[in-house]
């Protein structure tokens, strides 16, 4: 099938790249001149393992292709994905300026029937509100004396997919939603994603945009309840890991999702939530959960903090070795990490920040200054009164204690994540630190 797909940031290259490779031919837009002229030379802007393999592989045999063009993607295509950015208001509200436009753009170049398909997270109702835009433009167009008017469906396809293992998501997803108003709709919708075999779920286009709403809002539910949870433990005498284990194997409730740490970030938990407190404000609801939700995370950061100072002592002259910047691993997005407020904050008591990330520090660069980067986790440890592990890379499992230890000026380890093991880290001669890891013991 001829597909489209508006907007070439995270969500809409993934899965540009990954319809190509279900054997459609894929045309992607982007506003930004250099982004798609990177693209075209298979260059990928962001860090997503797999991506720039397939990017390049179709290019190669031109089942996927480039352009700045909506006119010229809208013409190729009949079914139209649009996945430009949603952007949090200063009130939380997600700004859907550039869906408008794009909505707008798609109705004045097309001349033939078109599925317009909305992928970027957006509150309950925005199908509608692309659908009204679009018949508004058709009718603006065929009063200058178009042919007859045109005919289009609008659905909703929300996307589940998790930075640093999109592609994997994207052709094993758990399930498929698509909100569709019409038969034809479904039909090319369950086309297009027949080579997957997906469990799908067909509904109308309000429930498919809750359902994404609902999901990601109850996945931050799940991390912020096992943080609440970290709180206690931490004053009994009591191991979260433990507590997530044991929680975890009950089917009903899970294991993912329930590892304790310095909080969730991303582009779209934190945005995500405030989104759907708004709209449920909106709808009359006061959606006190949601907003507990939120509190506990942002708790979560200033607990961590709390937690430092007080083992630390003396903050200010004291340099912190950072491992770990972008907000989760496999990803070297920056967006709302939990390092940012960590850093910032301990910067302003006067520490010495250095820091190493394997793929963040580009970015890491954009947000921070005066913070040291460094080589690699060896060259960070060199003179530090303290480690802090903020990002679960792979490779800081590998890394070589000993060196580290003999490396830094005392050997504490804030543990962010609870990647290490506690009692391996003191049997290294560590004073160790995790998140919900047994405070009392600690003290004693
Ligand atoms: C999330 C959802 O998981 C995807 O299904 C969704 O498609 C995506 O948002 C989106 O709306 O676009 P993502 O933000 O990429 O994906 O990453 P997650 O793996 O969900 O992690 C989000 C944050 O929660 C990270 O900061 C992570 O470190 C944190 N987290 C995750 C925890 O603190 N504990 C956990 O147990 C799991």
Known sequence: MNIAIVGSGYVGLVSGVCFAHLGHDVICVDIDKEKVKNLRAGKVPIYEPGLEVLLKKYLKNKKLTFTTSIKEATKKSIAIFIAVGTPSKKNGDADLTYVENVAREIALCMDDYKLIIEKSTVPAETGKKIERTIKLNLQKKYRKGAKNSIDFDVASNPEFLREGSA?????????????????????????????????????????????????????????????????????????????????????????????????????????????????????????????????????????????????????????????????????????????????????????????????????????????????????????????????????????????????????????????????????LGFEYYGIGRSLTERKG
């Open 167 to 427: 592609i994997e998501d994207f052709m094993n997803p758990d399930r498929v939603v698509i909100g569709v108003e019409s038969k034809k709709a479904e039909k090319l919708l369950r086309e297009i994603y027949r080579p997957l075999k997906p469990k799908m779920v067909v509904t109308n286009i309000n429930s498919a945009e809750l359902i994404k709403h609902a999901s990601n809002s109850f996945l931050a539910a799940k991390i912020s309840f096992i943080n609440a949870v970290s709180q206690i433990c931490d004053h009994l005498g009591a191991d979260i890991e433990m507590v997530a284990e044991g929680m975890g194997y009950d089917k009903r409730i899970g294991r993912a999702f329930l590892n304790a740490g310095i909080g969730y970030g991303g582009s779209c938990f934190p945005k995500d939530v405030d989104a759907f407190i708004r709209l449920s404000e909106k709808s009359g609801y006061n959606f006190r959960m949601l907003k507990e939700v939120r509190a506990v995370n942002e708790e979560q950061k200033e607990n961590f903090l709390k937690l430092i100072e007080e083992k630390l002592w003396i903050v200010k002259g004291k340099t912190i070795g950072v491992l770990g910047l972008a907000f989760k691993s496999n990803t070297d997005d920056m967006r709302n990490a939990p390092s940012i407020d960590i850093i910032n904050a301990l910067k302003l008591e006067g520490a010495k920040i250095k820091a190493y990330d394997p793929e963040g520090m580009p970015n890491a660069k954009k947000v921070f200054k005066g913070l040291t980067y460094c080589k690699d986790p060896y060259a960070l440890a060199k003179g530090c009164d303290c480690l802090l592990l903020l990002t679960e890379w792979d490779e800081f499992a590998k890394l070589d204690f000993k060196k580290i230890k003999a490396a830094m000026r005392q050997a504490i380890l804030f543990d962010g994540r609870n990647f290490y093991h506690d009692q391996d880290m003191e049997a």
